[in-house]
């Protein structure tokens, strides 16, 4: 992405800041998996989107206003013996030349300079509670001057959550941004079709999941956006079901919410498929009726609908969809006032996606449900699960676990389905199937 989108991002934030401000936001950590092993780095969304640095041991610091440039950024000098065991660093001229930083100084020295920028500034913006660590280090340097004020030393007064600035900005997406979650979504639906034609009875859960991680990193997604759930039969009740380690059955379906992560832009995909390659009637009437209520979301994001419409119109279908299978009983508007419909869907039907899976951004303005605007990107995600020990309900459907989940942009007059390149008509994914076998 090119640094002038950052340089956009924040001059945006902070005129909304204003002066006599100052922000403060630090890196991620790295993390340690087992003994002197550490997970990939991943920076924090937040950092990255409005640096674009992707180094550990970093701090930025925006000020409006300041004479002496606005976009200070600390991170770690430049050193030799490092660059040769974990590769290039930017140190203080890179982050100047390549991050386009105002002033960069070496993180070793904040506590040193940083407390220096704090003074006669009104309002800090940060992000509390997240870094613990690095809570304690601001506030030990506000606590600082504050013992200096008989000097003259004019202390901030107020602490602004960042988040609450930031996370609207991050809501709206741009084109630079529109391109990246394109690209994660292309990648990860040639992924599930991957996985739909290499999948066949006895393969393991983990087996299916290679398929996946292969497509993702052959187009680019170095890493998945999340943790890959491949569950088959009763596994598929489970939401958040990540071991797959299991064996596919014939007869059973198989449930993949699998997605890449381009750029550092999430896809969350969804597909349920039968491990033979034929949905049994029982699982094609459940498939079905998911995959209207979908449609029937998807029909709810357009611009001046609120962000509770496609939820609304998904149970409804759904709803009345288990009231004609004899899953439920009564009538359909008093049945969901009760909210029956919840033994059986028991999650909302989307969610903001982004940087994060689960992205940020308020889903009420006020007491109001927000109201979606071009450039909001959404998943839509009905499912039905239905567990072996439901009772009251007919053996039938027991053990079929069913979600059909896309990632849906909001454009000018509409949408945009991002992830369309999924199969997910149950004659289209059984034809895929048959094809994959064949081959």
């Known amino acids: 992405m090119d640094k002038k989108e950052f340089q956009r991002r924040r001059t945006q934030l902070m005129a909304m800041m204003g002066t006599g401000s100052i922000a403060i936001l ?41 004479d002496h440039g606005e976009y200070i950024l600390f991170c770690r000098e430049r050193d030799k013996q490092n660059e040769i065991w974990n590769g290039p660093m930017a140190g203080q001229d890179g982050a100047v030349e390549a991050y386009a930083a105002d002033d960069s100084f070496p993180i070793t020295d904040i506590d040193d300079i940083l407390p220096g920028l704090l003074e006669n500034r009104e309002k800090v913006y940060c992000i509390m509670g997240r870094d613990k660590e690095f809570d304690t280090r601001l506030i030990t340097w506000i606590n600082g001057l504050r013992e200096q004020v008989r ?23 741009s084109a630079a941004e529109v391109k990246n979650m394109r690209h994660a979504a292309q990648v990860s639906a040639k992924a599930h079709v991957r996985a739909m034609q290499a999948c ?69 995909i969804t597909r349920t498929f039968p491990v033979n390659g034929k949905y049994s009637p029982e699982q094609r009437a459940l498939y ?35 009231i004609e299978l004899g899953i439920l009983n009564g009538d359909l508007t008093q049945l969901m006032e009760e909210e029956a419909y919840k033994r059986f869907y028991m999650h909302r039907t989307g969610h903001w996606l982004g940087m994060d899976v689960h992205d940020v951004g308020e889903y009420k303005v006020g007491e109001a449900w927000r109201v979606l605007e071009p450039g909001m990107v959404l998943t839509v995600e009905p499912g039905i699960y239905i567990p072996s020990d439901s009772d009251g309900i007919d053996a039938k459907w027991w053990g079929i676990g069913i979600r059909i989940e896309d ?29 994959g076998n064949a081959a």
């Open 407 to 435: 990632d849906v942009l909001v454009t000018r007059d509409g949408h945009e389905v991002m992830s369309r390149d999924v199969p997910k008509e149950a004659d289209e994914i059984e034809a895929i199937m048959a094809h």
């Open 26 to 66: 630090p890196a991620a950590h790295m993390r340690v998996r087992n003994r002197d092993v550490e997970y990939p780095y991943r920076q924090d969304s937040d950092f990255f989107y409005l640096t674009g640095f992707a180094e550990p041991e970093a701090v930025m610091v925006l000020i409006p206003g300041r």
């Open 151 to 173: 000097s003259g030393i004019h202390t901030p007064g107020e602490f602004v959550a960042l988040d609450h600035l930031l996370h609207d900005m991050r809501l709206y997406k």
């Open 200 to 268: 066949k009875p006895g393969m393991k859960e983990y087996q299916l999941e290679g398929e996946l991680l292969y497509e993702f990193v052959h187009g680019g997604c170095r890493h998945p956006a999340y943790s890959t759930i491949v569950g088959g039969g009763e596994n598929g009740c489970i939401l958040h079901y990540i071991e797959n380690n299991a064996a596919l059955k014939d007869g059973d379906l198989v449930l993949i919410d699998a997605g890449g992560e381009y750029g550092y832009y999430a896809a969350d």
């Open 288 to 322: 079905d009726l998911v995959l209207k209520s979908q449609y029937a979301a998807i029909e709810q994001v357009k611009p001046g609908n609120h962000w509770n419409q496609p939820h609304e119109a998904a149970v409804e279908v759904m709803t009345a969809g288990m």
